[in-house]
């Protein structure tokens, strides 16, 4: 045994090499072209700031997650708590001296780009709960005591990301939580007793949101009340999607995106613009190109040895199915809007920083499938 981690441990770089899933990471290119496009588009068919600053993030970014990818699974396994006691630090220095913009603090300038912690945090979460359930006795999953431990971890950064405020990143790193929680063997009549509690909860947490959190859920429930204002980017966002039709109107020819009759095309409302220029066609390549994404990261999970990548592997793969869910759920006015970018699509240096990392970690998994962890 000590002789095959020995030589599981000590790949040579073309052993790792070989060992390398290009299916995804093709399928990761692929999106990243897609989005540089849909960013060209959004600046109105030239080169300017929103398709540099997307260029620059993507070529520093996805050679990160290929480096990232050859270091050995085991050095993530160790290091899972003290990134996730780095992430809860950056997020208390945040809450006393972040930049504030559009009464939110949650950035912190790195003069190179800015950062934005609880975007981290979606990762670290997932990182920090599969080494803790990698090596807990099976009888200790379902004790009190592991459970609050568990529920601690999660509402350590969900507190803080909600007090920012922040409401939508917090629920996502609360979801990405509770994701491990039931992939680590947490008994179902619990979540089913959290539910209940939260919705009997629902009437009073509502209370405590702010007045521009409760006019968004006022908008989600009839966005035709206030047309002019709150509701305005969903009626907007619907017509777009709408009006692209079967084929789209073609590249550049979105005219809801160049009459800027949509605020915010080029961050979470991104995929309006995409379905407006390339139709139900295109958002279906779209929504394909993903779920190639998501079947090669669980497959990654499926033949991984230690239990630390199974869980990593698995919580990952829902967390990005479930903001891929929330955004278009959001765009399309099924859920309120709360502030999710679509996964690489989205313009931001910090969520997709946090992707590349995930995807990155996923291929070291990859690479060092064969490998066990003590």
């Given at each position: 045994?000590?002789?095959?981690?020995?030589?599981?441990?000590?790949?040579?770089?073309?052993?790792?090499?070989?060992?390398?899933?290009?299916?995804?990471?093709?399928?990761?290119?692929?999106?990243?072209?897609?989005?540089?496009?849909?960013?060209?588009?959004?600046?109105?068919?030239?080169?300017?700031?929103?398709?540099?600053?997307?260029?620059?993030?993507?070529?520093?970014?996805?050679?990160?997650?290929?480096?990232?990818?050859?270091?050995?699974?085991?050095?993530?396994?160790?290091?899972?708590?003290?990134?996730?006691?780095?992430?809860?630090?950056?997020?208390?220095?945040?809450?006393?001296?972040?930049?504030?913009?559009?009464?939110?603090?949650?950035?912190?300038?790195?003069?190179?780009?800015?950062?934005?912690?609880?975007e981290l945090m979606k990762i670290s979460i997932i990182l920090c709960l599969a080494k803790y359930y990698h090596r807990i006795k099976i009888e200790n999953v379902n004790s009190f005591t592991g459970i609050i431990f568990v529920l601690t971890i999660i509402l350590i950064p969900t507190i803080f990301v909600v007090s920012q405020p922040d409401l939508g990143t917090s629920v996502l790193i609360a979801l990405s939580g509770l994701i491990v929680l039931w992939l680590g063997g947490v008994r179902v009549k619990y979540f089913i007793f959290s539910l209940i509690t939260f919705l009997i909860s629902l009437p009073f947490i509502i209370s405590f949101l702010k007045p521009y959190q409760k006019l968004r859920i006022l908008s989600f429930l009839n966005p035709d009340r206030d047309p002019l204002g709150a509701g305005y980017q969903i009626i907007q966002s619907k017509i777009a999607i709408g009006s692209g039709g079967l084929d789209g109107k073609g590249f550049?020819?979105?005219?809801?995106?160049?009459?800027?009759?949509?605020?915010?095309?080029?961050?979470?409302?991104?995929?309006?613009?995409?379905?407006?220029?390339?139709?139900?066609?295109?958002?279906?390549?779209?929504?394909?190109?993903?779920?190639?994404?998501?079947?090669?990261?669980?497959?990654?999970?499926?033949?991984?040895?230690?239990?630390?990548?199974?869980?990593?592997?698995?919580?990952?793969?829902?967390?990005?199915?479930?903001?891929?869910?929330?955004?278009?759920?959001?765009?399309?006015?099924?859920?309120?809007?709360?502030?999710?970018?679509l996964p690489i699509m989205s313009y931001g240096g910090s969520s997709m920083l946090a992707t590349m990392i995930g995807f990155g970690i996923v291929l070291s998994a990859k690479v060092n499938h064969k490998q066990t962890i003590a």
């Amino acid at each position: 045994m000590i002789q095959r981690h020995s030589l599981n441990s000590d790949l040579s770089f073309i052993q790792k090499v070989k060992e390398l899933d290009y299916i995804l990471l093709i399928s990761i290119l692929i999106l990243s072209f897609v989005s540089l496009s849909v960013m060209y588009s959004t600046d109105g068919g030239e080169i300017l700031y929103h398709t540099k600053s997307h260029f620059s993030k993507i070529a520093i970014f996805f050679p990160l997650m290929i480096i990232i990818a050859f270091f050995n699974i085991k050095y993530w396994h160790t290091f899972a708590y003290f990134f996730y006691l780095i992430i809860i630090l950056l997020l208390i220095w945040v809450s006393f001296f972040g930049l504030k913009a559009s009464g939110s603090q949650r950035w912190m300038d790195l003069y190179l780009f800015v950062l934005q912690p609880s975007e981290l945090m979606k990762i670290s979460i997932i990182l920090c709960l599969a080494k803790y359930y990698h090596r807990i006795k099976i009888e200790n999953v379902n004790s009190f005591t592991g459970i609050i431990f568990v529920l601690t971890i999660i509402l350590i950064p969900t507190i803080f990301v909600v007090s920012q405020p922040d409401l939508g990143t917090s629920v996502l790193i609360a979801l990405s939580g509770l994701i491990v929680l039931w992939l680590g063997g947490v008994r179902v009549k619990y979540f089913i007793f959290s539910l209940i509690t939260f919705l009997i909860s629902l009437p009073f947490i509502i209370s405590f949101l702010k007045p521009y959190q409760k006019l968004r859920i006022l908008s989600f429930l009839n966005p035709d009340r206030d047309p002019l204002g709150a509701g305005y980017q969903i009626i907007q966002s619907k017509i777009a999607i709408g009006s692209g039709g079967l084929d789209g109107k073609g590249f550049l020819k979105g005219t809801q995106s160049y009459l800027d009759f949509l605020p915010e095309k080029h961050t979470d409302f991104i995929f309006t613009l995409f379905s407006e220029e390339f139709g139900f066609i295109g958002s279906i390549g779209l929504l394909i190109l993903y779920t190639i994404i998501i079947i090669r990261i669980i497959r990654i999970g499926a033949i991984s040895r230690s239990n630390f990548s199974k869980l990593f592997c698995f919580g990952f793969a829902f967390s990005i199915f479930i903001y891929i869910v929330v955004n278009l759920s959001m765009v399309l006015g099924l859920l309120p809007i709360v502030g999710s970018p679509l996964p690489i699509m989205s313009y931001g240096g910090s969520s997709m920083l946090a992707t590349m990392i995930g995807f990155g970690i996923v291929l070291s998994a990859k690479v060092n499938h064969k490998q066990t962890i003590a």
